[in-house]
């Protein structure tokens, strides 16, 4: 079984810049892809972006193209979503995700428990 754990959210002012961590623990019968989804109060869950198991493959949600940037360690298990010229409008739960494929859209087999992200005007 496959565990996600996210980290890093927290409270920041508009403009400023956060970095989210996710652990990966679990065996692992196959690579995964991995991505970020955001929930916003009162809102549907929103794709953010997603990365091959090589990171060689990315894509991003228009929303934060160009602010945000996703990467990842496996040696470590850990992919990250650095968060830059935040918005009050980032402001979500952040889920980390994994599939056994990278495609376009992700399609998501397991979420961890979210990290909050707030941002001020």
């Known amino acids: 079984q496959v565990q996600l754990v996210e980290s890093g959210g927290g409270l920041v002012q508009a403009g400023g810049s956060l970095r989210l961590s996710c652990v990966t623990s679990?065996?692992?019968?196959?690579?995964?892809?991995m991505g970020w989804f955001r929930q916003a109060p009162g809102k549907e869950r929103e794709f953010v972006v997603a990365?091959?198991?090589?990171?060689?493959?990315?894509y991003y949600a228009d929303s934060v193209k160009g602010r945000f940037t996703i990467s990842r360690d496996n040696a470590k298990n850990t992919v990250y979503l650095q968060m830059n010229s935040l918005k009050p409008e980032d402001t979500a739960v952040y889920y980390c995700?994994?599939?056994?494929?990278?495609?376009?859209?992700?399609?998501?087999?397991?979420w961890g428990q979210g990290t909050q992200v707030t941002v001020s005007s």
């Open positions: 990365i091959s198991w090589s990171g060689a493959n990315t």
């Open positions: 995700a994994s599939a056994g494929k990278y495609s376009v859209p992700f399609q998501s087999d397991y």
């Open positions: 679990g065996r692992m019968f196959r690579n995964y892809a």
